[in-house]
């Protein structure tokens, strides 16, 4: 122990005389963190305190050396290197010796602190967007689904923290949703698009099938006569059109003037087909009455078959016709129209001939035959007729030919059929009807009775195998029209009374759904297919009337919120409080639903635009703000700039340093944030450092001035001990340079006026000895412990000096030096034992501190 304090002695110089640098080597090279502690406490030196404060690494000697060092370096040294939040707060709430010290333990406690909160702020503003973005995630698509997407990304991106590896994964997870929820709206629009297209092919698909079934009306009444294959054919093209437009009225609704010229040409159709079953029902009649001459009762018969005018009679019915208006043809009748037209027959069927149109040449063959025997033989051309007649044989024969092995190949084909017991009944179905169809479609060519009936045959045969099939099938779209019809009455209860608050939207999904189950739900028996469609497309017609009415006043509301938006927009309001309000129109506009389609886009491109405008402005006064507010920073920081850069040389700059702080206050307020705080807290400690420097060049100045007047004051000590030597008082002469100030002089007068009349010995030791320990005070020196009283009485009557104003300690040095000037008659050995101190202690106020 006695070798450790002989080291200790050694190293902090207080015995021996080893000299500064190989003391500061071995303190370098020593590892005991007390004896280190101790010579940096008690070394003889700053630079060995310093390499002693060096080695040291625990914080709480730190903390101890900043708190009870006595020189102010190693304090401010040892500070700087305490860098925990505990060990910062301790240092504040303990370092009560060095002000300092603890006013820049605060300083940086308060600044680690604020960093923290400031993370911790922008931490929280991360994780609050994040969650916004992930509800965003959940939500429904509506219209500025998109936008606020972009919007909430570009949020996320201008933020300046690094988001953790869990924050990321919930970003890109969120972000993954929103985009699929945007993809997804994207392929329904397509979609949609796609969907509306195929409506627009299906009103043309019907408006074709309508266009056809008028020319086939329009091409019976402008022919000659209406024969049975006529009306077979005809009867055969308004089934297959009217499968063909339930089936695409199943897909989409049909246009009303569209369904109207169906409706009409339907009408007609049945005006025709019923005309033809009257006919039909006389025929015999008719008959009878053409072979018994029985004129009577022909024209009650015509009569009664209500024939419509614009249509050509049949044969049977012209036949009925000619027997009664026989005489008035033969009257009227001119026989130079009838050759005429009788030629121009001809003509025709030789046309007819050369195209190939077997049934129509064989038709008008036929007439132009009858017409023949009803003419004069001299006046027409037989044998053109003959040769015409001769070329339809050959035709005739020519199908025979052709039509003769296609009919063996198709007997084949369906005995074929019968035996194959592989195919489903779907398939077998499909084969046996078309190969009935194309035996229909060969017509009366090469027609025997064997190959008939064999066909025939094999054909019942397929029946026989598919009736169990066609029994299910039946039983099927007996099912399916009952739920059709369900499906009808379902929609109809709706119609009849609709929600006050349904919604365009629901009312579009009931549509779409009611269309999928109708589809669904099919085939239906087809002598019910059309009715039941019918019923369903006045639903529909209805349904989409109710929707059409409620997103017209969807529209109108949305019209009244576009009105409300231009308002706003053109409005004084501030830009943020009027984007504030814009979101609340937004939040309005999706609750609202879907306008019309054809307006939907219009209104929401409108509406869109005058809230891009409102989000513009806003952005723009944001924008500008932050330039203000980057100028003001930037200049602020040219004059943090500038006054770190700058130090006072003498106390009259301090001019300077207020124009700088009236400076600083024309900038504020600064924006928030943490350049803010910390140039702040920088500009505070730059500010504190420069008034301390002129607070010390202050006292520099005034020592220095009183070094001027020192040889007044030696004058003063001389006539001093010249008077206490002899009893004989004499005055002293200032000199002439420097001048005297007024204080300065009249201390100059007292001290000559009490070497007139001297206090008493005890009472100068006295003064000279507050002198010094006030003028230890004002250096921020140690006092010794013998002067604590004088020290605390000192203090308390420099508070009761100061009170109400603000102290200057260059002021009280000048009275202090002023006090001692006219403090006297003092003794030379009372002198010679403090001037020593005194001189020192002036001494060590004339330092300035470092830059």
């Given at each position: 122990?006695?070798?450790?304090?002989?080291?200790?002695?050694?190293?902090?110089?207080?015995?021996?005389?080893?000299?500064?640098?190989?003391?500061?080597?071995?303190?370098?090279?020593?590892?005991?963190?007390?004896?280190?502690?101790?010579?940096?406490?008690?070394?003889?030196?700053?630079?060995?305190?310093?390499?002693?404060?060096?080695?040291?690494?625990?914080?709480?000697?730190?903390?101890?050396?900043?708190?009870?060092?006595?020189?102010?370096?190693?304090?401010?040294?040892?500070?700087?290197?305490?860098?925990?939040?505990?060990?910062?707060?301790r240092l504040a709430n303990e370092a009560r010796r060095d002000r300092r010290v603890m006013r820049r333990a605060r300083d940086r406690?308060?600044?680690?602190?604020?960093?923290?909160?400031?993370?911790?702020?922008?931490?929280?503003?991360?994780?609050?967007?994040?969650?916004?973005?992930?509800?965003?995630?959940?939500?429904?698509?509506?219209?500025?689904?998109?936008?606020?997407?972009?919007?909430?990304?570009?949020?996320?991106?201008?933020?300046?923290?690094?988001?953790?590896?869990?924050?990321?994964?919930?970003?890109?997870?969120?972000?993954?949703?929103?985009?699929?929820?945007?993809?997804?709206?994207?392929?329904?629009?397509?979609?949609?698009?796609?969907?509306?297209?195929?409506?627009?092919?299906?009103?043309?698909?019907?408006?074709?099938?309508?266009?056809?079934?008028?020319?086939?009306?329009?091409?019976?009444?402008?022919?000659?006569?209406?024969?049975?294959?006529?009306?077979?054919?005809?009867?055969?093209?308004?089934?297959?059109?009217?499968?063909?437009?339930?089936?695409?009225?199943?897909?989409?609704?049909?246009?009303?003037?569209?369904?109207?010229?169906?409706?009409?040409?339907?009408?007609?159709?049945?005006?025709?087909?019923?005309?033809?079953?009257?006919?039909?029902?006389?025929?015999?009649?008719?008959?009878?009455?053409?072979?018994?001459?029985?004129?009577?009762?022909?024209?009650?018969?015509?009569?009664?078959?209500?024939?419509?005018?614009?249509?050509?009679?049949?044969?049977?019915?012209?036949?009925?016709?000619?027997?009664?208006?026989?005489?008035?043809?033969?009257?009227?009748?001119?026989?130079?129209?009838?050759?005429?037209?009788?030629?121009?027959?001809?003509?025709?069927?030789?046309?007819?001939?050369?195209?190939?149109?077997?049934?129509?040449?064989?038709?008008?063959?036929?007439?132009?035959?009858?017409?023949?025997?009803?003419?004069?033989?001299?006046?027409?051309?037989?044998?053109?007729?003959?040769?015409?007649?001769?070329?339809?044989?050959?035709?005739?024969?020519?199908?025979?030919?052709?039509?003769?092995?296609?009919?063996?190949?198709?007997?084949?084909?369906?005995?074929?059929?019968?035996?194959?017991?592989?195919?489903?009944?779907?398939?077998?179905?499909?084969?046996?009807?078309?190969?009935?169809?194309?035996?229909?479609?060969?017509?009366?060519?090469?027609?025997?009775?064997?190959?008939?009936?064999?066909?025939?045959?094999?054909?019942?045969?397929?029946?026989?195998?598919?009736?169990?099939?066609?029994?299910?099938?039946?039983?099927?779209?007996?099912?399916?029209?009952?739920?059709?019809?369900?499906?009808?009455?379902?929609?109809?209860?709706?119609?009849?009374?609709?929600?006050?608050?349904?919604?365009?939207?629901?009312?579009?999904?009931?549509?779409?759904?009611?269309?999928?189950?109708?589809?669904?739900?099919?085939?239906?028996?087809?002598?019910?297919?059309?009715?039941?469609?019918?019923?369903?497309?006045?639903?529909?017609?209805?349904?989409?009337?109710?929707?059409?009415?409620?997103?017209?006043?969807?529209?109108?509301?949305?019209?009244?919120?576009?009105?409300?938006?231009?308002?706003?927009?053109?409005?004084?309001?501030?830009?943020?409080?009027?984007?504030?309000?814009?979101?609340?129109?937004?939040?309005?506009?999706?609750?609202?639903?879907?306008?019309?389609?054809?307006?939907?886009?219009?209104?929401?491109?409108?509406?869109?635009?005058?809230?891009?405008?409102?989000?513009?402005?806003?952005?723009?006064?944001?924008?500008?703000?932050?330039?203000?507010?980057?100028?003001?920073?930037?200049?602020?920081?040219?004059?943090?700039?500038?006054?770190?850069?700058?130090?006072?040389?003498?106390?009259?700059?301090?001019?300077?340093?207020?124009?700088?702080?009236?400076?600083?206050?024309?900038?504020?307020?600064?924006?928030?944030?943490?350049?803010?705080e910390g140039m702040r807290k920088r500009w505070s400690g730059i500010i504190r450092a420069r008034r301390d420097r002129l607070e010390?060049?202050?006292?520099?100045?005034?020592?220095?001035?009183?070094?001027?007047?020192?040889?007044?004051?030696?004058?003063?000590?001389?006539?001093?001990?010249?008077?206490?030597?002899?009893?004989?008082?004499?005055?002293?002469?200032?000199?002439?340079?420097?001048?005297?100030?007024?204080?300065?002089?009249?201390?100059?007068?007292?001290?000559?006026?009490?070497?007139?009349?001297?206090?008493?010995?005890?009472?100068?030791?006295?003064?000279?000895?507050?002198?010094?320990?006030?003028?230890?005070?004002?250096?921020?020196?140690?006092?010794?412990?013998?002067?604590?009283?004088?020290?605390?009485?000192?203090?308390?009557?420099?508070?009761?000096?100061?009170?109400?104003?603000?102290?200057?300690?260059?002021?009280?040095?000048?009275?202090?030096?002023?006090?001692?000037?006219?403090?006297?008659?003092?003794?030379?050995?009372?002198?010679?034992?403090?001037?020593?101190?005194?001189?020192?202690?002036?001494?060590?106020?004339?330092?300035?501190?470092?830059?």
């Open positions: 122990m006695e070798l450790r304090e002989r080291l200790l002695m050694l190293l902090t110089g207080r015995a021996g005389h080893q000299d500064l640098e190989h003391r500061t080597a071995l303190v370098e090279a020593l590892n005991d963190s007390s004896l280190l502690s101790r010579i940096a406490l008690e070394g003889d030196n700053q630079q060995l305190r310093l390499a002693a404060l060096a080695r040291l690494t625990g914080e709480d000697e730190l903390i101890r050396q900043a708190r009870d060092n006595g020189i102010a370096a190693v304090r401010h040294a040892a500070a700087e290197r305490i860098t925990s939040e505990q060990g910062l707060a406690l308060n600044q680690m602190r604020a960093d923290a909160a400031s993370l911790a702020q922008a931490r929280q503003r991360r994780e609050s967007l994040l969650e916004q973005l992930e509800a965003h995630a959940a939500s429904p698509w509506e219209p500025m689904y998109a936008g606020r997407f972009r919007h909430l990304t570009r949020e996320w991106e201008r933020l300046e923290d690094i988001p953790d590896n869990e924050q990321e994964r919930r970003y890109q997870d969120a972000s993954l949703r929103c985009r699929k929820v945007i993809s997804d709206h994207e392929a329904h629009e397509h979609a949609q698009d796609v969907a509306e297209q195929q409506r627009e092919d299906a009103d043309q698909a019907r408006e074709s099938l309508v266009e056809a079934l008028e020319e086939s009306l329009e091409g019976l009444r402008h022919g000659d006569r209406l024969a049975d294959q006529d009306i077979a054919s005809l009867r055969s093209q308004k089934q297959l059109m009217a499968s063909r437009w339930q089936a695409l009225s199943d897909k989409h609704l049909a246009d009303d003037a569209l369904r109207q010229r169906y409706d009409a040409a339907l009408t007609d159709f049945d005006r025709i087909v019923q005309a033809r079953v009257r006919l039909d029902e006389r025929a015999d009649a008719l008959q009878e009455a053409i072979d018994i001459g029985d004129d009577e009762r022909l024209a009650a018969l015509i009569d009664a078959c209500q024939w419509p005018d614009d249509l050509p009679p049949s044969p049977l019915l012209r036949r009925a016709r000619e027997q009664l208006e026989h005489q008035q043809v033969v009257a009227d009748d001119d026989l130079a129209a009838r050759l005429t037209r009788f030629h121009d027959d001809l003509g025709q069927l030789e046309q007819l001939l050369e195209s190939g149109a077997f049934k129509g040449a064989s038709r008008l063959h036929q007439r132009l035959r009858q017409q023949a025997e009803e003419l004069p033989a001299k006046r027409i051309d037989h044998g053109r007729l003959k040769r015409l007649g001769a070329r339809l044989a050959e035709l005739r024969d020519w199908r025979g030919f052709v039509a003769g092995p296609k009919r063996d190949q198709l007997c084949q084909d369906i005995e074929s059929l019968a035996r194959d017991d592989t195919l489903g009944h779907a398939d077998l179905d499909r084969r046996h009807r078309r190969l009935i169809k194309e035996w229909k479609g060969l017509g009366d060519a090469a027609a025997n009775q064997e190959q008939a009936a064999r066909f025939r045959r094999a054909s019942d045969q397929v029946h026989e195998r598919l009736k169990p099939w066609r029994a299910e099938q039946d039983a099927q779209r007996q099912r399916n029209l009952e739920a059709r019809e369900a499906l009808c009455e379902q929609l109809e209860q709706l119609i009849e009374q609709p929600s006050q608050q349904a919604d365009p939207d629901a009312l579009r999904e009931i549509r779409d759904r009611a269309r999928q189950q109708w589809r669904h739900h099919s085939p239906v028996p087809r002598d019910q297919s059309e009715a039941v469609g019918r019923r369903f497309g006045r639903i529909r017609h209805q349904l989409q009337a109710l929707i059409e009415q409620r997103a017209n006043t969807v529209a109108d509301a949305k019209r009244q919120l576009i009105d409300e938006a231009r308002q706003l927009r053109d409005s004084g309001q501030d830009p943020t409080r009027r984007a504030d309000n814009t979101k609340q129109l937004q939040k309005r506009w999706r609750a609202l639903g879907r306008a019309p389609r054809h307006e939907e886009r219009a209104l929401w491109k409108e509406f869109r635009h005058i809230c891009d405008e409102i989000f513009a402005r806003r952005d723009a006064a944001r924008r500008d703000q932050a330039k203000g507010n980057q100028a003001r920073l930037d200049a602020m920081q040219a004059l943090v700039e500038r006054m770190d850069a700058w130090q006072p040389s003498s106390s009259d700059d301090v001019a300077i340093l207020d124009q700088a702080v009236n400076e600083a206050l024309a900038l504020e307020p600064l924006p928030h944030g943490r350049r803010s010390r060049l202050a006292l520099a100045e005034e020592v220095q001035r009183f070094h001027a007047i020192r040889p007044l004051l030696d004058a003063h000590l001389e006539a001093d001990a010249a008077s206490l030597a002899d009893d004989t008082p004499r005055d002293v002469t200032p000199p002439g340079t420097p001048e005297l100030s007024s204080d300065v002089k009249r201390a100059h007068q007292q001290r000559n006026t009490a070497r007139r009349s001297p206090p008493a010995a005890g009472d100068i030791e006295e003064h000279l000895e507050r002198i010094r320990v006030h003028l230890a005070l004002l250096a921020g020196g140690q006092v010794a412990q013998r002067d604590d009283p004088l020290r605390l009485a000192i203090q308390v009557e420099r508070l009761n000096d100061n009170l109400g104003k603000e102290p200057t300690r260059s002021a009280e040095l000048r009275e202090v030096l002023c006090e001692l000037l006219a403090t006297g008659p003092i003794p030379p050995e009372l002198w010679q034992r403090e001037v020593g101190e005194l001189d020192r202690t002036l001494e060590s106020l004339t330092q300035l501190p470092p830059p």
